[in-house]
C-alpha cells in the first residue's frame, strides 16, 4: 500500500494526475484502471479520477507490484463447446484461472487458447489478456466467450455492455431457500474490512442478481441464477449476503463445507448473444460438472 497526505504542491489537482506527480511509475491509465478496481482511496473513502484533491487528504493506492509475465502458448487441454473464425467460447473447467496476473504467470486459459490459435487474437485486451472479453472466477466453472479479433471483440464489448448477454448460472446454496424465485439489487463494491473481498455496499456499484430454486434438498438448494450486471464475485456476494452462501466458497462461506470440494460449486451452464460478425442468435449449454453432479447425487 502507498500512502501520502497531499501536500500544497498537489492541491486542486485531478486525483489521478496528483498520484502520477508524486509516484512516477505509475500511468495514468494506470492509475485510472486502479480506480475503478476500487484500490485507490481518499481519507479512507472509494475514490474518482475526476476528484480534486485537497491539502491534507489521505491517499491510498493498493497496488500489487508488477513482474514482468512472459505469455507463451500451452498444451492445456480444453473443452471447445463453439468455434469460428471469429470466436471461441470454451466450458472453462474448475481451477483454471482466465489470465496471467501475478502468482498466476501461466497455466491459464490464455497460455491455451494461444496454443490453439497462435496470432490470431483480439489485442483490444493488452499483452496479457487477449481475446478476453469478460472473466470468470477461478474456481467457477462454465461457458466464456474468447474474441479472435478486434471487430469481435468490440461487438461482443458492446453486448455486454448493454446487457444484450445473457448468462445463466447453476449454483449449490448452503440452506432451504423459501422463495421459490427473487432478485437480489444490494450495489456492490470493495469491503472495507478486507480489501481482497467484495461486499454489499451503499457505495458500491449497481448489481442486480436473479435466481429461481430449481430443487430443495435437505439444508441445500440447487439454483438458476441470471445477472443482469457483471460486478466481481456478485453472485457469492448476493447469495451470502441473503443467508444462503454458495457450497465450497471459501470466500463468503465462513469456511463451512460439509463435500470437501475445492472452490464454490458455481457453474456458468448457458449463454446467449449475438455473434458479433453475422449477427446469428447464438445458445449455447455446458453441462455440469461431474463433481458437481455427484454432490448432488449424495443429496
Known sequence: ?????????????????????????????NIQRLIEEDKIFINDKKAKASYKVELGDKIQVEEIEAKEISL?????????????????????????????????????????????????????????RPGIVHRLDKDTSGLIIIAKNDKAHIHLSEQIKNHEVKKTYIALVRGNVKENEATINMPIGRSTKDRKKMAVSKNGKNAITHFKVIKRYENYTLLEIKIETGRT??????????GYPVVGDAVYSNGKNPFGVIGQMLHAKKLAFKHPITNE???????LPEYFEEVLNRL
Open 1 to 29: 500500500m502507498k500512502e501520502f497526505v497531499v501536500e500544497e504542491e498537489y492541491a486542486g489537482l485531478r486525483l489521478d494526475k496528483a498520484i502520477a506527480l508524486k509516484y512516477t511509475d505509475l500511468s495514468r491509465t
Open 72 to 128: 507463451k502458448p500451452q498444451d492445456i487441454p480444453l473443452d471447445i463447446i463453439y468455434e469460428d473464425n471469429d470466436i471461441i467460447v470454451v466450458n472453462k473447467q474448475k481451477g483454471l484461472v482466465v489470465h496471467p496476473a501475478n502468482g498466476n504467470p501461466d497455466g491459464t486459459l490464455v497460455n491455451a487458447i494461444m496454443n490453439i490459435c497462435k496470432d490470431s487474437l483480439s489485442g483490444i485486451g493488452g499483452e496479457i
Open 233 to 242: 464475485h456478485q453472485i457469492r456476494v448476493h447469495m451470502s449476503s441473503i
Open 281 to 287: 442468435e447464438l445458445n449455447l449449454e455446458a453441462p
